[in-house]
Structures are given as structure tokens and as C-alpha cells.
């Protein structure tokens, strides 16, 4: 079994900063891409950030310029470093990654595993 566990979200005022992190354990053989994720009251989970095994990233067009996603391979972790945050920001956070883990007979699955969610209010 695998579990994601998120930490670093609060309360800040806008133009403030948090930084989130995730960690990974269990189960584990590898991990490839990693991101994060909101899901704000009566909205749909929307995409903030991800990252592949390789350090490449990716960012949704409003936090470009804002937020910073990068993750440690060797501690199974991945973070968010978020800055000049705005209001619209507020959200539950969640963390995700395509895990890896290897059973008996060599064999491999895949899955896609969640955290629990962590909860980031930007008062105006």
C-alpha cells in the first residue's frame, strides 16, 4: 500500500506565500510524475502543476509566474512553493503521483494515487 501525505497549507493574506509539500511512502518501486491539484467550493479538480521524473514542468496559465513545483526523488517528495498568492487561490490543494509498485512473480503496476487534501485560504 501506498499513501501521499500533504502539509504546509493555511491562512495567508493575498500577496503572501506558502509552501506545500508532499510525501510518498509504502509500497514502493518508483514514482514518475508527480503534481498538484484544487478543487475550490462548487468548482471541478483543476490541474495547478506537475512534474515528470526528469525535472520537466508544467503549470496551469494562472499560476505561471506565481508558483513553483519541484520534488526530491531520492525522499519521494514533492512541493509547491506558492507566492503572490491571490484570493482565487483559495482551495483544497491535493497531491498525486503515478506510482509504481512491484508484486510477486516481477510483476509492476501503475496506479494513480491522491493525498488527503490540505487547505489554502488567501484573505483579500
Known amino acids: 500500500q501506498v499513501q501521499l501525505v500533504e502539509s504546509g497549507g493555511g491562512l495567508v493574506q493575498a500577496g503572501g506565500s506558502l509552501r506545500l509539500s508532499c510525501a510518498a511512502s509504502?509500497?514502493?518501486?518508483?514514482?514518475?510524475?508527480m503534481g498538484w491539484y484544487r478543487q475550490a467550493p462548487g468548482k471541478q479538480r483543476e490541474l495547478v502543476a506537475s512534474i515528470t521524473t526528469g525535472g520537466n514542468t508544467n503549470y496551469a496559465d494562472s499560476v505561471k509566474g506565481r508558483f513553483t513545483i519541484s520534488r526530491d526523488n531520492a525522499r519521494n517528495m514533492v512541493y509547491l512553493q506558492m507566492n503572490s498568492l491571490k484570493p482565487e487561490d483559495t482551495a483544497v490543494y491535493y497531491c498525486?503521483?503515478?506510482?509504481?509498485?512491484?508484486?510477486?512473480?516481477?510483476?509492476?503496476?501503475?496506479?494513480?494515487?491522491w493525498g488527503q487534501g490540505t487547505q489554502v485560504t488567501v484573505s483579500s
Open positions: 498525486n503521483a503515478a506510482i509504481t509498485r512491484r508484486f510477486a512473480l516481477g510483476n509492476y503496476r501503475t496506479s494513480s494515487e
Open positions: 509504502g509500497s514502493i518501486f518508483s514514482i514518475n510524475d
